[in-house]
């Protein structure tokens, strides 16, 4: 915290009838203003901790979003290798290019998010 050169006035008598502030030799004390400039220092480091957690809070968020996308492409994965077991076992030939064009669909799907992050 840097501090500022303050001083405290005294009143000092001049003449009969009227008193004058004066500078004291002794310096700045009042604890008033030395808790303002406490306060001032801590509402800046608030404001720059309140910064930076909503930085990190932005970047937990797009985090959440990549480990979700990617478990999706996961999922999208396996289910297109059930469906391509799957078509192994179908007795018709349309049935099974329909099967397999299904799970290609599919691939192509987690591939694409796999890309978009």
Not at 34 to 45: K, N, P, S
Not at 88 to 117: F, I, M
Request: hydrophobic share 35%.
């Amino acid at each position: 915290m840097e501090s500022i050169q303050r001083y405290r006035y005294g009143l000092k008598w001049n003449g009969p009838k009227e008193f004058v502030a004066t500078p004291k030799s002794d310096g700045y004390w009042t604890p008033w203003h030395v808790a303002d400039e406490q306060i001032t220092a801590l509402r800046h480091q608030l404001q720059q901790a309140e910064a930076r957690a909503a930085e990190l809070e932005a970047t937990l968020y797009h985090g959440n979003l990549q480990r979700e996308k990617c478990q999706k492409a996961m999922i999208l994965r396996k289910q297109a290798e059930a469906v391509e077991d799957a078509a192994n076992y179908v007795v018709g030939l349309g049935d099974k290019r329909t099967l397999l064009h299904y799970a290609q669909c599919l691939y192509q799907q987690a591939d694409e998010l796999e890309q978009n992050q």
